[in-house]
């Protein structure tokens, strides 16, 4: 694949804090003790990385037990054991999306791959891991994918499998309904081995995690991903102290994340998850639901109480909960870092613009519990640029950022190329015109009346606004008159900016798996370049 960077700065909706982190300035920098660039660090993160050997121990043997049950390739259970012996890990993660989900988890998966490779090359044993968010119960947010149909339109699969409201989407099983989904995205991708690959692990009795475990240990069996299920009992149980300490440290956490939050909108920055005096860092399981656990402050020497639903209990019940039946706990997004860091020998977390700005707050919640902060660095991030929308890019002389505009301004942008070459011309030679015209008016008038100068520039720009707005109105004329061009906008709005975002937020990464065939990972991860911190435009 080509590839042609196009800085963030450039792409619609991006926060400052992500820009300065990627430029690293100084500003952000008492947010994030390491700069983006993995290279810079890596070595000298391994040195100070501190993972025990018991642990390690137990987590490897949960490793291999849940890559064993989805048919991991040898190259995986090889990875296991290598990070058993010793080696560390890039970690990075997303929620079990149906079909895969979006581009992007493929992307994560690689950058993963790429990174963890450039730290083995260069003498620090390390490992790929992805992170199945099982426990999240936003069923709403993964229970579809977004596929290209052969009409160029985005259509939407969505897989009818239910439980219970806000339970873990791990816990939710596919019944036969399921069989439908395949059916239908099979239909919308066309004949595609990746449909057989999808019919293999979308299937009655298998759930959202299982399935795209199963999914993604076939998809990256070249490398060897390690995938882990942060829902795994044996896992919470590894984790129990860091649920403990978030509950024992409560209120200390909160007043340091508070105090980020401030800091960070000090700086001109946004707090990613609002704290308040009652939030906790903590879930816990009700009836087969997730829900929060509150606090209620007390005076300074009164004992914090909790509340969980209706019920209310003591900072001394809750931890004996927590002992007695650890798997009933989860951790909200500001701790599920650093319980994955606690389980985890982790080098370096990949992630993306959100991410990014979550570990901008979790700093405080690291060094508590940790006491040293997992560097983040960002994921690769790209379009993939097809043959038809690159076509129709090329013939009107267009770029990606001109699709990010909207699609009316594209319709505009469209016909004004498609205008009669003798029209564009006409137009081209009356703008030149009346600049070179105005030139010696206002060298004149500067020996004149110098005041009179600003007044003659002042005269141009009107009959320039005057002329270019003739312009686009004869465009949309244009436009009016030709549905096909109407139709090219929505096509490239469809396929590089659906829906308002970014291509690889919106479509499902199955769809170009189907469109590019096998080969399609080994372009991505040949490609993927991870000092290369801008967003990459990608064609064949």
Known sequence: MKSECLPFSQIPHTTKLFTDFLSYSPQVRQFFPHSPRFSEWFRDERAVLSYLSDRRERVCAALERQNAAWDACPKT???????????????????VGLFGGPLFSLFKALTAVKLAEQ?????????????????????????????PGSDWA????????????????????????????????????????INEVLRDAYRPGETFGTAFARLFSQLFSDWGVILLDASDPELH???????????????????KLEARGKALEAAGYHQQVKVTPSSTLLFTLSDGARVPIHRQPGGASATIGFVIGEQELSQAELLKRISSAP????????????????????????????????????????????GKITPIVPRFS???????????????????????????????????QAMEQILQKSFDAAESALQNAMRPIRESLANLDKTLVESAATAESKMLYQLRGLRSKAARAELRNSEVLQRKAEVLSNMLYPNKTLQEREIGGIYFLARRGNDFLRELHDAIQTDCLDHQILSP
């Open 77 to 95: 259970m090889e990875n296991i054991a290598r990070m058993k012996a010793g080696a560390s890990a890039v970690v990075t993660g997303q929620q």
């Open 154 to 193: 985005l259509h939407s699969v969505m897989a009818q499998s239910t439980g219970k409201l806000n339970a873990p989407v791990g816990a939710i099983k596919f019944g036969n309904e399921i069989e439908e989904a395949t059916r239908q995205v099979a239909e919308l991708l066309g004949e595609s081995e």
């Open 382 to 416: 790209g379009t993939v640029l097809e043959a038809k929308p690159k076509a129709f890019l090329e013939r009107y002389n267009l770029r990606l950022v001109d699709v990010f505009r909207g699609l009316e301004s594209l319709r505009e942008a469209l016909a004004e």
């Open 119 to 147: 730290a083995t090359d260069a003498g620090v044993d390390c490992v790929p891991v992805f992170w199945l968010a099982t426990e999240d119960h936003d069923l709403e947010e993964i229970n579809h994918v977004s596929v």
């Open 237 to 255: 149980r590894i984790a129990e102290p860091i649920y403990r300490a978030a509950v024992e440290r409560t209120a200390e956490l909160d007043s």
């Open 327 to 370: 798997e009933k706990f989860s951790p909200n997004v500001l701790l599920r870092p650093v319980v994955q860091d606690y389980l985890l020998p982790t080098l370096a977390y990949a992630g993306g613009a959100a991410e990014v700005a979550y570990f901008a707050q979790v700093g405080e919640v690291y060094q508590t519990l940790l």
